[in-house]
């Protein structure tokens, strides 16, 4: 290949009437056309190639800010989907905690019921005893009388 310094120091051999050999011009400059010809197609073929990869790098630019934002969106959804479950999971134990508060609620009532009716039971209890003892304290009086008329006969 022909640096720009071998077509500075390129000297024609010059012929006495003319100047310089016409044949040593043509040569060089087929050589000069023949290696700017094939610089000038390396140099598109080059350039071509830059284009495809700033394509292919604006594209691979595209697909990431694509993943990225996939990515944002995703672990939102994930955050949404974690809050509801826990919103969740935070109604069925507050529900759960009221249904048992509620159950809690309805047994201290029935003790309380029960309470109550036992203390009516005891009351009946020590009326039907009272009224038992007065039975029998009246029926051992009688008892008494009967003995004493028995004894005055």
């Known amino acids: 290949m022909i640096t ?4 500075e120091n390129k000297r024609f051999a010059k012929q006495m009437m003319n100047g310089y050999s016409v044949e040593e011009v043509d040569e060089f400059l087929d050589e000069v056309t023949a290696d700017y010809t094939k610089n000038y197609k390396e140099i598109n073929e080059l350039r071509a190639k830059v284009e495809e990869l ?17 990515l944002i969106m995703a672990q ?3 955050e949404e989907v974690k ?15 009221s249904i048992a508060q509620q ?4 047994l201290n009532n029935e003790i309380l019921m029960k309470q109550k009716e036992l203390d ?22 009688l008892l008494k009388d009967i003995n004493k008329e028995d004894k005055l006969y």
Do not use: C, W
Not at 103 to 106: C, G, L, N, P, S
């Open 76 to 78: 939102t959804t994930a």
């Open 103 to 106: 159950r809690v609620d309805e």
């Open 54 to 70: 700033n394509n292919s790098l604006v594209q691979y630019r595209t697909i990431e800010s694509t993943l990225q934002n996939t």
């Open 120 to 141: 009516d039971i005891k009351k009946q209890f020590d009326i039907y005893k009272a009224k038992m003892e007065s039975l029998l304290i009246s029926q051992l009086e």
């Open 83 to 97: 809050n509801v479950a826990k919103q969740k999971a935070d109604q069925i134990v507050n529900d759960a905690k």
């Open 4 to 7: 720009p310094l071998d077509i």
